[in-house]
């Protein structure tokens, strides 16, 4: 799991996550709240300033006005770490998060989910959330933010996202949902926010769930407890038929320039895993332990590539690979994203 954490991080794996004394003042994170305060800002949110704290995962407890951020964005040995594991959050990827929950907490702070119109327009908050969820593909009635169809989750979620797209410079929402079921959310979050700009929170402050300083497990632990093992449902798949449609065997070449596979793989693998895992709703981790195992069977087999003919092999194995990971969610075999409600 740590072969490619880089080596001179290796001490931190067997420290307790909460004598690392980690903070979120003076860290990485603080670059990223300011830049979200900005934007609310710019929409008019004069008051409304959620408190963020140090956790396991992103998140925003029910009902809760504050905002769980992960405890390795807060130290870039511990970013250095998680990118060698499970890849590190772009920035892009991090102000995501922070919109999505930013939008919890704003529900939460002025307490939107409880008044009729919110209801009539998201649903009843109180209905249950399941790891698995129904979805209808490139539904017009909700926004798309993060990855798959995650507004259609549960009518928090719904809310949620719509905030995010609404909050997200240049997003162009009223060009882009024109015509679309999912403008009145939008347009709702829109008014909402001009009527509530100036006036305080109904709830402030909010209590936290689960923060760094409570998480007694070393840096290891974490990672190996909270890794996620595939290899049952990967061991199944027959990929050599399909590789060998795929990519092609040295010999059958002759003098054509061409490279391994395997090599080329790893270089677009992150792309890959990002965009399969956006547009199917599949979980990131599933994802990426499909693209590890063709690359690592790919090598077994030693196919290559012709030099000509890269980049229509790395579009071909995305759509393989959207249709294996697909084919786990229809078949419901596989969770979906991390965390639960509020997430």
Same mark, same amino acid.
């Given at each position: 799991m740590f072969e490619k954490t880089p080596g001179d991080v290796h001490d931190l794996l067997p420290i307790r996550i909460k004598e690392l004394g980690l903070k979120l003042e003076g860290s990485p994170v603080e670059h990223y709240v300011q830049q979200l305060f900005k934007e609310m800002d710019s929409k008019g949110l004069h008051h409304f300033r959620p408190a963020f704290y140090l956790t396991s995962e992103w998140g925003c407890p029910s009902e809760q006005p504050v905002?769980?951020? /992960?405890?390795?964005?807060? +130290?870039k040995r511990l970013g250095s770490i998680e990118s060698s594991v499970?890849?590190?959050?772009?920035?892009?990827?991090?102000?995501?998060?922070?919109?999505?929950e930013a939008g919890h907490a704003f529900g939460y702070a002025y307490e939107l989910y409880k008044t009729d119109e919110w209801r009539e327009l998201f649903g009843p908050f109180r209905r249950p959330y399941r790891d698995h969820y129904s979805f209808v593909p490139f539904s017009r009635n909700y926004v798309r933010h993060m990855e798959g169809w995650y507004a259609q989750k549960h009518p928090d979620e719904d809310f949620a996202e719509t905030f995010a797209v609404w909050l997200t410079p240049r997003s162009k929402w009223r060009e882009k949902y024109k015509?679309?079921?999912?403008?009145?959310?939008?347009?709702y979050m829109d008014r909402i926010a001009h009527e509530l700009g100036d006036?305080?929170?109904?709830? /402030?402050?909010?209590?936290? +769930?689960?923060?760094?300083?409570?998480m007694e497990e070393t840096i290891e632990e974490f990672y190996r407890e909270s890794a996620r093992d595939h290899s049952e449902v990967i061991a199944g798949l027959a990929l050599d038929a399909d590789l060998d449609d795929?990519?092609?065997?040295?010999?059958s070449l002759e003098d054509e320039p061409h490279r391994k596979a395997s090599e080329l793989i790893a270089e677009h693998?992150?792309?890959?895993?990002?965009?399969?895992?956006?547009?199917?709703?599949?979980?990131?981790?599933?994802?990426?332990?499909?693209?590890?195992?063709?690359?690592?069977?790919?090598?077994?087999?030693?196919?290559?590539?012709?030099?000509?003919?890269?980049?229509?092999?790395i579009v071909e194995l995305t759509v393989y690979t959207t249709t294996l990971a697909m084919t786990f969610f229809t078949s419901r075999r596989m969770p979906k994203k991390k965390g639960g409600g509020g997430a």
């Open positions: 905002i769980g951020v /992960p405890f390795y964005l807060a +130290d499970n890849d590190l959050e772009s920035d892009r990827d991090i102000m995501k998060y922070m919109r999505h015509g679309w079921p999912a403008l009145k959310k939008l347009q006036t305080p929170p109904i709830r /402030p402050l909010g209590d936290t +769930d689960f923060t760094v300083e409570e795929i990519f092609v065997h040295p010999e693998r992150k792309e890959i895993v990002d965009k399969v895992s956006y547009w199917t709703g599949v979980r990131r981790s599933l994802v990426k332990s499909l693209v590890e195992a063709i690359t690592k069977r790919v090598d077994e087999l030693d196919l290559v590539v012709e030099i000509k003919r890269q980049r229509e092999r």
